[in-house]
């Protein structure tokens, strides 16, 4: 078994290269995000040729590829665009009903996050932590809200998930737009979603995914943290793009939402 895979994962429809496609081992801490250019290389040593290897993004179809199928080559992968079918937005006449659900925490000594290496700009992509969100009746989701308590970079690009809740753990993908924040300081950043049309009503995972990070603050750690809360809600924590969630109850992120009520 060779001991990296190489590629490049392009549109099947256009064939133009995707970036920031998650590419791991399943149930491994193996894996890597595409750059701009589409392309991945990552370490597979010490894995059995029997592994699986799946390859996803938001908005397009996920592939499983058994391992032995792309060492020793220089791979290109095909992704299908799909779209996740989401609930029609029903707006009920009368006053508005607007509230934020989540954890509202902006402390900077308790922090949940990821870091702490000499040279981890792209090496921790795929990583998350996330937050559970009780959904009591249907909601229109407009905003989610992060915040950061330290920031070791110069900037760096985070993805937002929006997965569906089955068995205590993060399940499904509910989004289906790749969306993006730039984080370049400390403080609470804002995702406004309301031209997505997002509606919703059942529990949800909501969660902050490390993709890239360039460089590094003089005598600063190389890590981004953000807020921690104890004693209320649901952290939801892993290491890698296929790696196995961690499920932290009496604990939560500072991660918030702010909904109307259909």
């Not at 020793?72 to 707006?91: A, D, F, P």
């Not at 998350?128 to 407009?142: A, H, T, W």
């Not at 070791?152 to 929006?162: A, E, I, Q, Y």
């Amino acid at each position: 078994m060779g001991q990296s895979i190489t590629g490049k994962v392009i549109n099947e429809a256009t064939s133009e290269p995707l970036c920031f496609v998650s590419i791991g081992i399943i149930n491994s801490n193996s894996g890597a995000i595409t750059n701009e250019k589409g392309s991945f290389k990552f370490n597979v040593k010490g894995f059995s040729s029997e592994a699986k290897v799946r390859i996803s993004m938001i908005g397009f179809e996920a592939q499983i590829i058994p391992l032995n199928e792309l060492t020793g080559k220089e791979n290109t992968i095909r992704l299908k665009e799909h779209s996740v079918q989401l609930s029609e937005v029903i707006v009920r006449p009368g006053k508005i009903k607007r509230k934020t659900i989540g954890t509202k925490n902006s402390s900077t000594k308790s922090v949940t996050g990821w870091g702490g290496c000499g040279n981890c700009g792209e090496d921790l992509g795929g990583i998350e932590r996330g937050i559970r969100i009780d959904i009591s009746k249907p909601v229109f989701l407009e905003k989610v809200n992060f915040h950061v308590a330290y920031f070791g970079f110069d900037s760096m690009v985070v993805r937002l998930h929006v997965r569906k809740i089955e068995n205590d753990h993060p399940d499904k993908e509910l989004l289906n737009n790749n969306i993006y924040v730039r984080v370049k300081s400390t403080g609470w950043y804002e995702i406004d979603l309301r031209k997505y049309n997002l509606t919703f009503s059942q529990d949800l995972a909501v969660s902050i995914e490390w993709v890239k990070a360039w460089g590094k603050r003089k005598d600063q750690e190389n890590s981004l943290k953000l807020s921690l809360a104890f004693f209320k809600g649901t952290l939801f924590a892993k290491d890698a793009n296929e790696g196995q969630w961690v499920v932290q109850r009496h604990v939560s992120p500072g991660i918030y939402l702010t909904v109307q009520e259909l």
